[in-house]
Protein backbone atom coordinates (compact mmCIF):
# COMPACT_ATOMS: atom_id res chain seq x y z
CA UNK A 1 0.00 0.00 0.00
CA UNK A 2 1.11 3.51 -0.93
CA UNK A 3 1.08 5.58 1.81
CA UNK A 4 2.70 8.90 1.67
CA UNK A 5 4.95 10.58 5.16
CA UNK A 6 2.53 13.65 5.02
CA UNK A 7 4.15 16.36 7.35
CA UNK A 8 1.06 19.18 6.55
CA UNK A 9 0.40 21.65 8.71
CA UNK A 10 -3.00 20.53 9.52
CA UNK A 11 -5.41 18.75 9.32
CA UNK A 12 -2.04 15.76 9.01
CA UNK A 13 -1.19 12.10 9.34
CA UNK A 14 -3.12 10.04 11.57
CA UNK A 15 -1.37 6.99 12.05
CA UNK A 16 -2.12 4.22 10.53
CA UNK A 17 -3.28 1.85 13.06
CA UNK A 18 -6.27 4.05 13.79
CA UNK A 19 -6.78 4.64 10.17
CA UNK A 20 -7.55 0.90 10.65
CA UNK A 21 -9.30 0.16 13.09
CA UNK A 22 -11.71 3.42 12.07
CA UNK A 23 -11.74 1.19 8.73
CA UNK A 24 -12.88 -2.16 9.92
CA UNK A 25 -15.32 -0.17 11.89
CA UNK A 26 -16.84 1.53 9.96
CA UNK A 27 -19.74 -0.75 8.09
CA UNK A 28 -20.30 -2.63 11.58
CA UNK A 29 -19.41 -0.76 14.95
CA UNK A 30 -19.27 -3.15 18.03
CA UNK A 31 -21.35 -6.41 15.89
CA UNK A 32 -24.43 -3.71 16.05
CA UNK A 33 -24.57 -3.22 12.58
CA UNK A 34 -24.30 0.11 12.14
CA UNK A 35 -21.54 2.56 11.40
CA UNK A 36 -21.18 5.13 14.48
CA UNK A 37 -21.84 8.03 12.44
CA UNK A 38 -25.14 6.96 11.17
CA UNK A 39 -26.62 6.57 14.84
CA UNK A 40 -27.74 9.50 17.03
CA UNK A 41 -25.71 10.91 19.79
CA UNK A 42 -28.74 10.54 22.18
CA UNK A 43 -27.95 6.48 22.61
CA UNK A 44 -25.78 4.83 25.02
CA UNK A 45 -23.50 3.81 22.48
CA UNK A 46 -22.37 6.95 21.51
CA UNK A 47 -22.33 7.93 25.27
CA UNK A 48 -19.92 5.81 25.74
CA UNK A 49 -17.28 6.65 22.98
CA UNK A 50 -17.68 10.25 24.10
CA UNK A 51 -17.11 10.02 27.91
CA UNK A 52 -14.28 7.88 27.03
CA UNK A 53 -12.84 10.42 24.92
CA UNK A 54 -13.48 12.72 27.77
CA UNK A 55 -12.16 10.52 30.43
CA UNK A 56 -8.97 10.10 28.58
CA UNK A 57 -8.40 14.06 28.01
CA UNK A 58 -8.61 14.01 31.62
CA UNK A 59 -6.49 11.58 32.16
CA UNK A 60 -3.63 12.15 29.73
CA UNK A 61 -3.40 16.05 30.90
CA UNK A 62 -4.40 15.34 34.40
CA UNK A 63 -7.32 18.08 34.79
CA UNK A 64 -9.18 17.98 37.78
CA UNK A 65 -12.26 17.99 38.73
CA UNK A 66 -12.21 21.44 39.09
CA UNK A 67 -12.53 21.35 34.89
CA UNK A 68 -15.12 20.15 32.52
CA UNK A 69 -14.06 18.70 29.14
CA UNK A 70 -15.59 20.34 26.43
CA UNK A 71 -15.50 18.88 22.63
CA UNK A 72 -17.44 21.90 20.45
CA UNK A 73 -17.64 23.05 16.69
CA UNK A 74 -16.86 26.10 14.63
CA UNK A 75 -12.62 25.43 15.05
CA UNK A 76 -10.29 26.72 17.12
CA UNK A 77 -11.04 30.27 15.18
CA UNK A 78 -14.31 30.05 16.82
CA UNK A 79 -12.83 30.17 20.47
CA UNK A 80 -11.54 33.77 19.62
CA UNK A 81 -14.23 35.15 19.88
CA UNK A 82 -16.02 32.71 22.65
CA UNK A 83 -12.94 33.31 24.80
CA UNK A 84 -13.73 37.23 25.16
CA UNK A 85 -17.50 36.22 25.41
CA UNK A 86 -17.33 34.40 28.14
CA UNK A 87 -14.41 35.06 30.08
CA UNK A 88 -13.92 38.73 29.88
CA UNK A 89 -15.63 40.47 33.09
CA UNK A 90 -15.54 44.04 32.70
CA UNK A 91 -11.83 44.57 33.62
CA UNK A 92 -8.70 43.93 31.13
CA UNK A 93 -8.14 41.01 29.16
CA UNK A 94 -4.36 40.98 28.59
CA UNK A 95 -2.39 39.19 25.09
CA UNK A 96 0.92 37.94 23.94
CA UNK A 97 0.88 38.18 20.59
CA UNK A 98 3.40 35.69 18.84
CA UNK A 99 1.89 35.11 15.60
CA UNK A 100 -0.98 34.80 12.79
CA UNK A 101 -3.14 33.16 15.62
CA UNK A 102 -2.53 35.18 18.64
CA UNK A 103 -3.49 38.01 15.89
CA UNK A 104 -6.53 37.02 14.59
CA UNK A 105 -7.73 36.23 18.16
CA UNK A 106 -6.81 39.84 19.40
CA UNK A 107 -8.62 41.44 16.45
CA UNK A 108 -11.75 39.46 18.11
CA UNK A 109 -11.41 41.24 20.88
CA UNK A 110 -11.17 44.35 19.18
CA UNK A 111 -14.80 43.63 17.48
CA UNK A 112 -16.25 42.64 21.01
CA UNK A 113 -15.61 46.30 21.67
CA UNK A 114 -13.48 44.53 25.47
CA UNK A 115 -10.59 46.38 27.11
CA UNK A 116 -8.16 44.88 26.30
CA UNK A 117 -3.98 45.43 26.22
CA UNK A 118 -1.10 43.19 24.06
CA UNK A 119 1.41 42.87 26.88
CA UNK A 120 4.22 41.27 24.88
CA UNK A 121 4.95 40.81 21.22
CA UNK A 122 7.62 39.48 18.62
CA UNK A 123 6.05 41.14 15.46
CA UNK A 124 9.02 43.25 15.43
CA UNK A 125 11.23 40.38 14.46
CA UNK A 126 8.91 38.87 12.38
CA UNK A 127 7.79 36.62 14.87
CA UNK A 128 10.92 34.04 15.39
CA UNK A 129 10.94 33.89 19.13
CA UNK A 130 8.37 33.97 22.15
CA UNK A 131 8.41 37.10 24.28
CA UNK A 132 9.06 37.50 27.81
CA UNK A 133 5.17 37.22 29.04
CA UNK A 134 3.98 38.95 32.45
CA UNK A 135 0.36 38.96 32.95
CA UNK A 136 -1.17 41.20 35.69
CA UNK A 137 -2.60 39.17 38.44
CA UNK A 138 -5.73 40.96 38.44
CA UNK A 139 -6.36 40.65 34.42
CA UNK A 140 -9.81 38.91 33.91
CA UNK A 141 -7.66 36.58 31.91
CA UNK A 142 -4.47 36.35 29.97
CA UNK A 143 -4.11 34.38 26.68
CA UNK A 144 -1.71 32.75 25.06
CA UNK A 145 -0.63 30.75 21.64
CA UNK A 146 1.73 28.00 22.95
CA UNK A 147 3.21 26.64 19.79
CA UNK A 148 3.00 28.96 16.46
CA UNK A 149 1.69 26.88 13.94
CA UNK A 150 3.09 29.01 11.15
CA UNK A 151 6.66 30.86 12.50
CA UNK A 152 7.37 27.23 14.42
CA UNK A 153 8.33 28.85 17.87
CA UNK A 154 6.89 26.75 21.03
CA UNK A 155 6.95 28.16 24.87
CA UNK A 156 8.98 25.72 26.27
CA UNK A 157 6.83 26.03 29.09
CA UNK A 158 3.25 27.73 29.59
CA UNK A 159 4.02 30.66 31.46
CA UNK A 160 2.71 31.19 35.40
CA UNK A 161 0.12 34.17 36.27
CA UNK A 162 -1.66 34.81 38.75
CA UNK A 163 -5.09 35.16 36.82
CA UNK A 164 -6.34 32.63 34.38
CA UNK A 165 -4.24 31.54 31.49
CA UNK A 166 -6.35 30.92 28.35
CA UNK A 167 -3.94 28.58 26.02
CA UNK A 168 -4.50 28.20 22.46
CA UNK A 169 -2.88 24.72 22.03
CA UNK A 170 -4.28 23.64 18.51
CA UNK A 171 -0.58 22.65 17.14
CA UNK A 172 0.36 21.10 19.95
CA UNK A 173 -1.95 19.07 21.65
CA UNK A 174 -1.46 15.86 23.32
CA UNK A 175 1.70 16.17 22.46
CA UNK A 176 3.83 17.09 25.62
CA UNK A 177 2.75 17.03 29.08
CA UNK A 178 1.73 20.82 30.63
CA UNK A 179 2.17 22.50 33.95
CA UNK A 180 -1.77 23.50 34.75
CA UNK A 181 -1.06 25.38 38.16
CA UNK A 182 -2.43 28.60 36.39
CA UNK A 183 -4.34 27.63 33.41
CA UNK A 184 -8.00 28.66 33.38
CA UNK A 185 -9.02 27.36 29.68
CA UNK A 186 -6.74 25.02 27.43
CA UNK A 187 -8.39 24.34 23.91
CA UNK A 188 -6.87 23.22 20.44
CA UNK A 189 -8.58 22.26 16.92
CA UNK A 190 -7.66 18.42 17.41
CA UNK A 191 -7.12 18.48 13.37
CA UNK A 192 -3.13 18.80 13.79
CA UNK A 193 -2.70 16.06 16.81
CA UNK A 194 -5.86 14.54 17.50
CA UNK A 195 -7.65 13.62 14.65
CA UNK A 196 -10.05 14.94 11.98
CA UNK A 197 -10.90 18.41 11.48
CA UNK A 198 -14.33 19.56 12.98
CA UNK A 199 -13.69 19.02 16.61
CA UNK A 200 -12.56 21.44 19.28
CA UNK A 201 -11.50 20.28 22.63
CA UNK A 202 -11.70 22.99 25.52
CA UNK A 203 -10.74 22.05 28.97
CA UNK A 204 -12.44 24.91 31.41
CA UNK A 205 -12.35 25.61 34.69
CA UNK A 206 -15.93 24.95 36.26
CA UNK A 207 -15.25 28.40 38.13
CA UNK A 208 -14.66 30.75 35.24
CA UNK A 209 -18.58 28.65 33.47
CA UNK A 210 -20.83 31.71 34.98
CA UNK A 211 -18.92 34.86 33.53
CA UNK A 212 -20.30 34.88 30.13
CA UNK A 213 -21.26 38.63 28.88
CA UNK A 214 -25.14 38.36 29.14
CA UNK A 215 -25.40 39.31 25.32
CA UNK A 216 -23.74 35.77 24.56
CA UNK A 217 -25.84 33.84 22.45
CA UNK A 218 -26.92 30.68 24.53
CA UNK A 219 -25.02 28.22 21.86
CA UNK A 220 -21.81 30.14 22.67
CA UNK A 221 -21.79 30.08 25.80
CA UNK A 222 -19.81 27.46 27.45
CA UNK A 223 -22.02 26.63 30.42
CA UNK A 224 -24.67 25.48 28.33
CA UNK A 225 -22.53 23.16 26.65
CA UNK A 226 -21.53 21.86 29.78
CA UNK A 227 -24.62 21.81 31.04
CA UNK A 228 -25.99 19.57 28.09
CA UNK A 229 -22.65 17.91 28.65
CA UNK A 230 -21.50 19.00 24.91
CA UNK A 231 -24.71 17.98 23.30
CA UNK A 232 -26.70 21.23 23.87
CA UNK A 233 -26.77 20.36 19.71
CA UNK A 234 -25.81 17.54 17.83
CA UNK A 235 -21.91 17.68 18.36
CA UNK A 236 -19.34 16.22 15.36
CA UNK A 237 -20.04 12.56 16.63
CA UNK A 238 -17.31 10.75 13.98
CA UNK A 239 -14.86 13.45 14.52
CA UNK A 240 -15.54 12.45 18.77
CA UNK A 241 -14.73 8.75 17.67
CA UNK A 242 -11.90 9.55 15.59
CA UNK A 243 -10.15 11.60 18.48
CA UNK A 244 -11.29 8.55 20.76
CA UNK A 245 -9.41 6.19 18.72
CA UNK A 246 -6.26 8.67 18.95
CA UNK A 247 -6.25 9.28 22.85
CA UNK A 248 -6.73 5.67 23.13
CA UNK A 249 -2.90 5.38 20.79
CA UNK A 250 -1.35 7.78 22.49
CA UNK A 251 -1.88 6.64 25.94
CA UNK A 252 -1.44 2.50 25.07
CA UNK A 253 1.05 2.75 21.44
CA UNK A 254 2.61 5.70 23.47
CA UNK A 255 2.70 5.18 26.36
CA UNK A 256 0.89 8.98 27.66
CA UNK A 257 1.93 12.95 26.90
CA UNK A 258 5.35 12.35 28.44
CA UNK A 259 6.35 9.58 26.44
CA UNK A 260 4.92 11.40 23.10
CA UNK A 261 7.28 14.33 24.36
CA UNK A 262 9.95 12.42 24.74
CA UNK A 263 9.46 11.13 20.57
CA UNK A 264 8.62 15.02 19.48
CA UNK A 265 11.98 15.58 21.11
CA UNK A 266 14.26 13.09 19.68
CA UNK A 267 12.17 14.18 15.93
CA UNK A 268 12.69 17.33 16.45
CA UNK A 269 16.38 17.44 17.80
CA UNK A 270 17.04 15.64 14.75
CA UNK A 271 15.69 17.75 11.99
CA UNK A 272 17.03 20.80 13.73
CA UNK A 273 20.93 18.96 13.77
CA UNK A 274 20.33 18.31 10.24
CA UNK A 275 19.43 22.36 9.85
CA UNK A 276 21.81 23.56 11.73
CA UNK A 277 24.83 21.47 10.32
CA UNK A 278 23.92 22.27 6.59
CA UNK A 279 26.26 24.82 6.85
CA UNK A 280 24.11 27.80 6.19
CA UNK A 281 22.14 25.92 2.93
CA UNK A 282 19.06 25.88 5.33
CA UNK A 283 18.28 28.33 7.97
CA UNK A 284 15.86 28.25 10.60
CA UNK A 285 13.12 30.26 11.02
CA UNK A 286 12.94 30.27 14.95
CA UNK A 287 15.57 31.42 17.09
CA UNK A 288 16.65 28.08 19.33
CA UNK A 289 15.45 29.05 22.62
CA UNK A 290 11.69 29.00 21.29
CA UNK A 291 11.70 26.57 18.71
CA UNK A 292 8.77 24.35 17.79
CA UNK A 293 8.81 20.26 18.46
CA UNK A 294 5.84 20.49 16.18
CA UNK A 295 6.69 22.84 12.88
CA UNK A 296 9.79 23.37 11.66
CA UNK A 297 9.86 26.53 9.53
CA UNK A 298 13.12 26.92 7.73
CA UNK A 299 14.31 28.78 4.31
CA UNK A 300 16.92 27.74 1.55
CA UNK A 301 19.56 30.49 1.72
CA UNK A 302 19.15 30.33 -2.34
CA UNK A 303 15.10 30.93 -2.39
CA UNK A 304 14.84 29.67 -5.68
CA UNK A 305 15.54 26.45 -4.52
CA UNK A 306 12.44 25.90 -2.36
CA UNK A 307 9.77 25.16 -4.57
CA UNK A 308 12.38 22.65 -6.38
CA UNK A 309 12.73 21.33 -3.15
CA UNK A 310 9.03 21.10 -2.63
CA UNK A 311 8.40 19.16 -5.68
CA UNK A 312 11.57 16.56 -5.71
CA UNK A 313 10.36 16.09 -1.77
CA UNK A 314 7.07 15.23 -3.48
CA UNK A 315 8.06 13.22 -6.23
CA UNK A 316 9.91 10.75 -3.39
CA UNK A 317 6.43 10.27 -1.38
CA UNK A 318 7.00 13.55 1.11
CA UNK A 319 3.93 15.79 1.03
CA UNK A 320 3.09 18.65 2.21
CA UNK A 321 6.41 20.84 2.87
CA UNK A 322 5.65 23.82 1.35
CA UNK A 323 5.91 27.11 3.95
CA UNK A 324 2.53 29.16 5.01
CA UNK A 325 2.09 31.77 2.43
CA UNK A 326 2.66 34.31 4.86
CA UNK A 327 6.09 32.90 5.83
CA UNK A 328 6.93 31.46 2.60
CA UNK A 329 9.77 28.71 2.59
CA UNK A 330 9.73 25.08 3.91
CA UNK A 331 7.74 23.71 6.90
CA UNK A 332 7.57 20.66 7.85
CA UNK A 333 5.08 19.47 10.33
CA UNK A 334 5.83 16.83 12.98
CA UNK A 335 3.23 16.66 14.28
CA UNK A 336 2.73 13.10 16.84
CA UNK A 337 1.70 10.82 14.20
CA UNK A 338 4.96 11.12 12.31
CA UNK A 339 7.34 9.04 13.60
CA UNK A 340 11.33 9.22 13.99
CA UNK A 341 11.76 7.01 10.51
CA UNK A 342 10.02 9.48 8.73
CA UNK A 343 12.15 12.25 9.98
CA UNK A 344 14.77 10.33 8.93
CA UNK A 345 13.81 9.63 5.58
CA UNK A 346 13.36 13.82 5.20
CA UNK A 347 16.90 14.41 6.70
CA UNK A 348 18.19 12.04 4.16
CA UNK A 349 16.35 13.65 1.50
CA UNK A 350 17.63 17.32 2.39
CA UNK A 351 21.32 16.23 2.44
CA UNK A 352 21.36 14.83 -0.68
CA UNK A 353 19.13 17.46 -1.77
CA UNK A 354 22.08 20.04 -0.33
CA UNK A 355 24.93 18.00 -1.84
CA UNK A 356 23.14 18.42 -5.55
CA UNK A 357 22.60 21.83 -5.13
CA UNK A 358 25.19 23.21 -2.52
C1 LIG B 1 -4.85 25.76 12.96
C2 LIG B 1 -4.86 26.69 14.09
C3 LIG B 1 -5.97 27.48 14.41
C4 LIG B 1 -7.21 27.52 13.56
O1 LIG B 1 -7.92 26.36 13.61
P1 LIG B 1 -9.35 26.21 12.90
O2 LIG B 1 -9.83 24.93 13.47
O3 LIG B 1 -9.08 26.17 11.43
O4 LIG B 1 -10.17 27.37 13.26
C5 LIG B 1 -5.91 28.26 15.54
N1 LIG B 1 -4.82 28.28 16.32
C6 LIG B 1 -3.72 27.57 16.02
C7 LIG B 1 -2.53 27.62 16.91
C8 LIG B 1 -3.71 26.74 14.91
O5 LIG B 1 -2.61 26.01 14.62
Not at 10 to 23: C, E, F, N, R, Y
Request: glycine fraction near 10%; charged fraction near 20%.
Amino acid sequence: MDRVINFSAGPSTIPLGVLKQAQEELLNYAGRGFSIMEISHRTKIFEEVLHSAMDRVRDLYGFSDDFTILFLQGGASLQFAQVPMNLYAGGVAEYANTGNWTSKAIKEAGVLGINYRVIASSEDSKFDRIPEVKFSDDADYGYICSNNTIYGTQYPQLPQCGCPLVVDSSSDLFSRPVDLSSVGMFYGGIQKNGGPAGVTMVAIRKDLLDRANPKTPMILRYKTQADADSMSNTPNTFGIYMLNLMLGWIKDEIGGLAAMHERNKRKAALLYGAIDASGGFYRGHAQKESRSLMNVSFNIADAALEPVFVAQAEAEGMIGLKGHRVLGGIRASIYNAINYEDVEKLIAFMSEFARKNG
